[in-house]
């Protein structure tokens, strides 16, 4: 197993440096400049070139690519000249609203998605799959943002049971933190519900006509054990792999989410760079959440091995 995870680590260094990469060059090559937002409209050209010698701008591409390989090597992301602080600080600071949401919506959505798709496969052809797909159907079509504005107005101001924007860390109040991202994490949930429900579904018809299982309800098992021990512990891994993706698709995600409900996240954070031009803070931003995914995935791969030998033996 200590080979299987080392394999898995070594594995990740690649896919964050081509992330790095790509994140720095298409940053450096898109058409303006900070310069532009710290010298105003009316900088003249000798201000503009003195901004850029300070930001490092007048230097060559490769240049600047080894300083800041450089500076990453060292844990540090750049320095944002907007915010007047460290990108690592500012990243950092925004990371735990994103990973509050992204995290409360990949367990609601796993938890719902797999009880529908155990249920729908269990009562296969009848009304409970039908109502259940359909659900699932229902989440997959609806826009996000549309259905966080739709709880908005029904919970925040109709029946004003939550607050419709802000966060509250856990650290301060556990009870607020929860009343402040339900709303959100209910939101960002709702369409990936669908998607692994469906998966969990086909997964596990495929498991409950091998022999195994007949023979489990043959022996006189009871239903639960027949098919939680057993079917949903043998259709578990093409689950984990939606599960993997879901959580790319929930942190991309948040970027809309948190503007529809005003959380102070990095999503919210490197669309007002990009606005701005505050390229180390893109750089830094795309870095962190990639490395998130990755982390992830990671982890993904280690259950893997957990539930199917084969896996992590590399047969």
Same mark, same amino acid.
């Given at each position: ?69 450089? @500076? ?15 990108? /690592? ?129 043959? +022996? ?8 939680? +021990? ?12 939606? /599960? ?7 942190? @991309? ?37 990639? @490395? ?24």
């Amino acid at each position: 197993m200590t080979l299987f995870i080392v394999r898995r680590l070594l594995s990740a260094i690649p896919v964050l440096f081509v992330v790095s990469l790509m994140s720095f060059v298409i940053m450096w090559l898109v058409p303006g400049d900070i310069t532009a937002v710290l010298g105003g409209a009316d900088a003249s050209p000798e201000e503009i070139e003195r901004i850029r010698e300070q930001v490092g701008l007048d230097r060559p591409i490769y240049e600047r690519a080894i300083i800041w390989y450089s @500076s990453l090597f060292h844990g540090d992301l750049g320095y944002s000249y907007l915010l007047d602080r460290p990108v /690592v600080d500012a990243v950092l600071e925004r990371l735990q609203v994103t990973l509050s949401l992204a995290t409360l919506a990949l367990v609601i959505a796993t938890l719902v998605g797999v009880l529908l798709g155990v249920l729908a496969a269990v009562k296969h052809n009848t009304w409970l799959d039908q109502g259940s797909m359909i659900a699932a159907l229902v989440g997959l079509s609806i826009p996000d943002f549309w259905f966080g504005i739709v709880l908005i107005i029904l919970f925040g101001v109709t029946l004003g049971w939550l607050p419709t924007g802000g966060f509250v860390p856990i650290t301060e109040d556990v009870l607020g933190w929860a009343r402040s991202m339900t709303l959100p994490a209910l939101t960002l949930a709702f369409t990936q519900m669908g998607v692994i429900a469906r998966m969990t579904r086909s997964s596990m018809l495929d498991v409950l006509n091998q022999d195994f299982i007949r023979t489990a309800r043959a +022996k006189g098992m009871r239903a639960h054990t027949v098919v939680f +021990k057993h079917a949903l512990r043998n259709a578990v891994v093409p689950i984990l792999t939606v /599960v993997g993706v879901t959580t790319g698709v929930l942190l @991309s995600g948040a970027v809309v989410i948190e503007t529809v409900f005003s959380l102070p996240g990095v999503g919210r954070l490197i669309i007002g760079s990009i606005q701005r031009r505050d390229f180390p803070i893109i750089q830094g931003g795309l870095l962190v959440t990639a @490395s998130v995914f990755v982390f992830v995935n990671i982890i993904v791969d280690m259950l893997y091995g957990f539930f199917d030998p084969r896996v992590r033996d590399g047969r």
